[in-house]
């Protein structure tokens, strides 16, 4: 992965206004998580945070939220993941729920994690996330 890397920077470094560069950076972010050094991620994400629009920056919203969730950085990543909940029908409205849900359990605020749930599991749309929601919200409530 670490070849990957270096090829993209040094064609960055040597064309640092290419046409390429978004995807350049997008894929320098993949490869760094795929490589588990999500701080190293950073840099490139938050570039490209401030130069995408619609689907591309919800998918780096998305990416910036899973850097700071797997660096327990709990508050900055619901940042992130929150900012995927408007519009509500946006592509990743509900997995950014469910994810505000589980930065919350991480920080011990359990009624505010299950009040997330419950709006993903009562949300209009039918997929993996909502179903986690129902899952995390029934057993929260249970216990």
């Known amino acids: ?5 270096e090829r993209i920077k040094i064609y960055m470094n040597t064309y640092p206004q290419g ?4 995807e350049l950076l997008s894929l320098s972010a993949d490869v760094c998580i795929a490589g588990k050094k999500y701080q190293d ?31 327990s950085l709990y508050e900055r ?24 849900g589980v930065c919350l359990e991480y920080l011990n605020r359990v009624k505010d994690a299950i009040q997330f749930y419950q709006q993903i ?16 919200a029934a057993l929260l409530t249970t216990k």
């Open 77 to 100: 990543a619901i940042f992130y993941f929150e900012k995927l909940l408007s519009p509500s029908n946006g592509t990743y409205y509900t997995r950014g729920g469910y994810l505000v």
């Open 41 to 71: 991620a950073l840099p490139a994400l938050l570039e490209l945070e401030k130069t995408t629009t619609g689907e591309t920056q919800e998918y780096t919203w998305y990416r910036l939220g899973r850097v700071y969730l797997k660096s």
């Open 1 to 5: 992965m670490t070849g990957a890397l």
């Open 19 to 22: 046409k390429d560069r978004k």
């Open 121 to 136: 599991a009562n949300s209009e749309k039918s997929d993996e996330w909502v179903e986690k929601s129902r899952e995390r």
